[in-house]
């Protein structure tokens, strides 16, 4: 009864390698959500998903691709990593049981250095 | 533009004092959605709190209390009786325009330190 895994905890690349944060949900929430958090900017919403095969941007977009081809799962990639993007990870899924009780559900987060 | 500032950086008490934590938000909606979040120190994310932009009533659960002030675009969280299990990092999130509850616009945080 997991509800959100993101793998791996920690990681550390290297600047200009493509890093993989994966975010798996057991709930079939229909939206998913990747925000970062850096000190002095809480959290920053990077790309969200409303369905399968539906992505948009968010605040902080650039260098980041997300794709969804199953409900379950919302993968992020930095393809080319940069020291900028060293952060703590977070995806989250949306619990929509109507308009005036929508609730973000995070995961525990991943802790990515790029030196 | 949308924005939320929690002014206080750290806060620091002692166990059992009481202890509130300032959100101030920004939005241009007239329509929308306040939230708090708790980040104890293991890292996780806790949903503390929605509040509708409609429902101005002051809410209280337990030792948390929570004043929703329209008039001073204030939505402030007031813990009771601070125990050292309140230590932790604490946003004020707003929901983006159109009121998808889950793009939030979160403030910096404010890390409460509950001293025995």
């Known amino acids: 009864d997991a509800g959100i895994t993101q793998s791996p905890r920690y990681k550390i690349t290297e600047t200009g390698r493509q890093v993989t944060l994966m975010c798996h949900q057991t709930w079939s929430h229909s939206y998913m959500f990747w925000y970062r958090q850096d000190l002095g900017h809480g959290l920053r919403l990077i790309y969200y998903?409303?369905?399968?095969?539906?992505?948009d941007k968010g605040e902080v977009p650039d260098g980041y691709v997300v794709s969804r081809s199953k409900t379950e799962n919302f993968p992020l990639t930095l393809e080319s990593a940069t020291r900028s993007q060293t952060s703590v990870y977070f995806c989250?899924?949306?619990?929509?049981?109507?308009?005036?009780?929508?609730?973000?559900?995070f995961g525990s987060g991943t802790q990515l250095s790029v030196l | 533009a949308q924005k939320v500032t929690q002014a206080q950086t750290e806060i620091s008490v002692v166990e059992k004092e009481d202890v509130t934590l300032d959100c101030v938000y920004e939005?241009?909606?007239?329509?929308?959605?306040l939230f708090w979040y708790k980040q104890p120190p293991s890292g996780e994310l806790v949903f503390l709190i929605r509040?509708?932009?409609?429902?101005?009533q002051n809410e209280i659960s337990g030792r948390y209390s929570w004043n929703f002030q329209k008039s001073t675009s204030s939505f402030n969280f007031t813990i009771t009786a601070s125990q050292v299990v309140d230590s932790a990092v604490y946003f004020c999130?707003?929901?983006?325009?159109?009121?998808?509850?889950?793009?939030?616009?979160f403030g910096q945080g404010t890390e409460l330190s509950v001293k025995p």
């Open positions: 998903s409303a369905a399968a095969d539906i992505t």
């Open positions: 999130a707003l929901s983006e325009p159109g009121g998808l509850g889950g793009k939030l616009i």
């Open positions: 989250a899924t949306l619990q929509e049981t109507g308009m005036a009780n929508e609730k973000l559900f």
């Open positions: 939005t241009r909606d007239t329509t929308y959605y």
């Open positions: 509040r509708n932009s409609f429902d101005e």
